[in-house]
Each structure stands twice: as structure tokens, then as C-alpha cells.
């Protein structure tokens, strides 16, 4: 770890000394530096952190502690920990990611339960810039006999949802379509549309941690004012028929923008759901 701690001596790295380097090189950067040198450490070693802390005075070959230092390197130029490991848990289930698509966070989660709390098994489900496909593996995993259809503008985004639904064995049942928004599907043909659209105003970009502001994907978090794609996808909503649902994930002091928008589109609220923060996080819209 050049310009960072000190080496230890060639060949006599103990779990011990790694974890103390590691969390002497992340400090500064990130908030629980002890924390995030084990993680990393355990990933290399495939030890968990309790057994690293049972054999702290071990030996670790020398090509696992270098692949530790590039680790805690990347980990210091704040490159996000999902991205580090090539993974990421989702409602209980591990999806592939890498830096073509946003993390899947915890707040999505509750999108998730909308949707399965408004989704009959063998419904026909849409999900809108569906990224890692987190959202849509998930509901055709809990709903095995719905038939989901998945778009997205990005290419590389469609390739990690490909590699998820291959994962997890969803792949003759969720189709992959490259599409900008509704655009090239035909109205009527789903009874829920499900949306993590981006929705950050580019004016909030200095603002955001460096993990999300230089290191996700743009196209997957900014949407002009915040609002741009909620306007686009609203409308649009001539998609849906009378009955017919779209669940929307929205950030913060959005409601009531989104509401009229909805309101104006022909879509009443039927509910909104509010994160662990508290912060109204999922609209479910139906169309009039
Ligand atoms: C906020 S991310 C959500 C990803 C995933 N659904 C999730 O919840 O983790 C938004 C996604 O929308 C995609 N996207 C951006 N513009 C789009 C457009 N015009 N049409 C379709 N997808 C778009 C991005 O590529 C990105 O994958």
C-alpha cells in the first residue's frame, strides 16, 4: 500500500496486521474503517469476521494479503463495497453488479412489497429501467406464475440483468427488452407497471457521496429537475387501462409533484408507503 501505512515485513502478514493497515489506509475515507478492513479481508480469505478475529496471529499468503492492499486501495478512492465484491443482497437474494448498474438499495425493497402485495400470480408484469433486474427477478421468483417483461436503455445494464436471471434461473420467464421508457410495448399488455426510474436533480451532484456521484452509473440517478422521467412516464400512461396499476419509487419532497402529475395523467393514489426513514418512498397509482 504505497503512500498509505506502513508495510508489514515481507512474508510475516498476520490477519492482525492486515486488519490494522487496512483500517489505518481507509481512515479518513470512510465511516466504520475497521469494519469495511474485515469485510474485505474476510472476502479475500473466505473467513467470516468472527473467524478472522478466532486466528487473528495467522499467516497470510502473500498473494492474499496483495489482493487485500488492492482492495483497501480501491476501497480508499471510495469505490462502493457492492462493487468491490461484484455483489449485492435484495430482498433476501444476491444479485450481480458491477459499475453499468445503480446498487439496489434497501428503500427498493419496499417497491418490491408493493408490487407483491397488488400482483395476482400470473399477472403480467412490466418493470421500467430495470438495471441489475433486482425488481423483476424478484417478482417472478414470488410470483412463479406471472409473466414479466424488463426494459432499459442501457445495453450494459441489460447484460448484468441477463447474468441475474441466469443466476436465478428466471430466464426463459423474465424477457429483457432494450426500450426507452414505454416506447416499443403496446398498450394494454400489463396489468402493473413497477418503476425505480432515476429521479436525482443534476443540481444535487455535488452533494452526493462520492461512491454514488463518481462511481454509479449517471444515466441510472439524474433526471433533469428530478422529475423528468416521472413527467415522461406519466404521459405516457394512456398505457394502462382503467384498473390497471403503476407503482412508482419517488426520493424525497417528491410526492406531491409526483401526485399531480399522476392526477393529470388520468392515475388517482391509491397508497404511499414511507421508508424505515420515514420518507414517502412508493406510490402505487391505477389508472381511472
Ligand atoms: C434508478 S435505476 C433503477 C435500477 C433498478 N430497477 C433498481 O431499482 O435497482 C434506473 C434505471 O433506469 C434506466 N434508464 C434510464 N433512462 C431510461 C430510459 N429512458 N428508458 C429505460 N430505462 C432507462 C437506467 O439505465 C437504470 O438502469
Given at each position: 500500500m504505497p503512500d498509505g501505512p506502513k508495510q508489514p515485513p515481507p512474508g510475516a502478514a498476520r490477519i492482525v496486521d492486515l486488519l490494522d493497515l487496512g483500517q489505518e489506509h481507509l481512515a479518513g475515507s470512510v465511516e466504520q474503517p475497521r469494519r469495511e478492513a474485515a469485510l474485505l479481508l474476510g472476502e479475500v480469505l473466505r473467513l467470516s469476521e468472527a473467524q478472522l478475529y478466532a486466528r487473528a496471529d495467522d499467516d497470510v499468503p502473500e498473494p492474499a494479503a496483495l489482493s487485500y492492499g488492492q482492495l483497501i486501495r480501491r476501497r480508499a478512492d471510495r469505490i462502493p463495497v457492492a462493487y468491490l465484491l461484484g455483489r449485492r443482497e435484495f430482498h433476501g437474494r444476491t444479485f450481480a453488479v458491477d459499475p453499468?448498474?445503480?446498487?439496489?438499495?434497501?428503500?427498493?425493497e419496499h417497491l418490491v412489497e408493493a408490487v407483491l402485495n397488488c400482483t395476482e400470480d400470473g399477472a403480467r408484469v412490466l418493470d421500467v429501467?430495470?438495471?441489475?433486474g433486482c425488481i423483476a427477478i424478484t417478482v417472478a421468483l414470488e410470483r412463479p406464475a406471472s409473466r414479466v417483461v424488463a426494459t432499459d436503455l442501457s445495453p450494459g445494464a441489460l447484460a448484468v440483468a441477463a447474468a441475474n436471471c441466469r443466476r436465478h434461473g428466471v430466464e426463459d420467464r423474465v424477457r429483457l427488452v432494450r426500450a426507452?421508457?414505454?416506447?416499443?410495448l403496446r398498450p394494454g399488455a400489463f396489468d402493473v407497471v413497477v418503476s425505480n426510474p432515476?429521479?436525482?436533480?443534476?443540481?444535487?451532484w455535488p452533494s452526493l457521496m462520492p461512491e454514488v456521484r463518481d462511481h454509479e452509473p449517471p444515466e441510472a440517478l439524474f433526471a433533469g429537475d428530478g422529475l423528468d422521467f416521472y413527467r415522461r412516464l406519466l404521459a405516457a400512461s394512456g398505457f394502462l387501462q382503467a384498473g390497471q396499476r403503476l407503482l412508482l419509487e419517488i426520493g424525497k419532497g417528491q410526492l406531491e409533484a409526483v401526485r399531480g402529475l399522476a392526477e393529470r395523467g388520468g392515475?388517482?393514489?391509491e397508497w404511499v408507503v414511507a421508508d424505515l426513514a420515514g420518507i414517502p418512498r412508493v406510490m402505487t397509482l391505477r389508472r381511472r
Open positions: 453499468r448498474v445503480l446498487i439496489p438499495r434497501p428503500e427498493t429501467g430495470t438495471g441489475s426507452d421508457l414505454l416506447t416499443a432515476p429521479y436525482i436533480d443534476v443540481g444535487e392515475l388517482d393514489v
